[in-house]
C-alpha cells in the first residue's frame, strides 16, 4: 500500500466513524506513512493504516504522535518478522 492509499483508507474510517473534519485530520498522517515506507514496504503501510482505522472505528482520532508511536512499534515488528512473515 502506498502512502497515498492509507491516508485515504483513514479519510474513509474517520468520515464514517466520526466527523466531517476527516480529510483534513488523516493528511496529519501522510509524513508517518512516507515514514514507513520508507523504511519497510508497503505492507507495513497497510498495517499501521489498518490499526490506526480500527482505532477510529473505536471512535477515537490518534493525534500525529500518537500515530507515529504506533508506526514505530509497526517497523519493530515488521523487522523482528522479516517483513510481517
Same mark, same amino acid.
Not at 51 to 77: F, H, I, K, M
Given at each position: 500500500?502506498?502512502? =497515498? =492509499?492509507? +491516508? @485515504?483508507?483513514?479519510?474513509d474510517? /474517520? *468520515? %464514517?466513524?466520526?466527523?466531517? /473534519? ?6 496529519? !498522517?501522510?509524513? $508517518?506513512?512516507?515514514? +514507513?515506507? =520508507?523504511?519497510?514496504?508497503? &505492507?507495513? +503501510? !497497510? ?6 482505522? %480500527? $482505532?477510529?472505528? *473505536? ?6 504522535a %500518537?500515530?507515529?508511536?504506533? %508506526?514505530? @512499534?509497526?517497523?519493530? *515488528?515488521?523487522?523482528? $518478522?522479516? &517483513?510481517?512473515?
Amino acid at each position: 500500500m502506498e502512502p =497515498e =492509499e492509507a +491516508v @485515504r483508507q483513514l479519510e474513509d474510517a /474517520i *468520515d %464514517a466513524s466520526l466527523d466531517d /473534519i476527516g480529510q483534513r485530520a488523516a493528511a496529519s !498522517y501522510r509524513p $508517518t506513512f512516507e515514514r +514507513v515506507a =520508507e523504511r519497510a514496504d508497503g &505492507g507495513a +503501510v !497497510y498495517e499501521l493504516a489498518r490499526q490506526l482505522s %480500527a $482505532t477510529v472505528a *473505536d471512535g477515537e482520532r490518534p493525534s500525529p504522535a %500518537a500515530a507515529n508511536r504506533r %508506526a514505530e @512499534r509497526v517497523l519493530d *515488528d515488521w523487522a523482528y $518478522t522479516d &517483513g510481517g512473515e
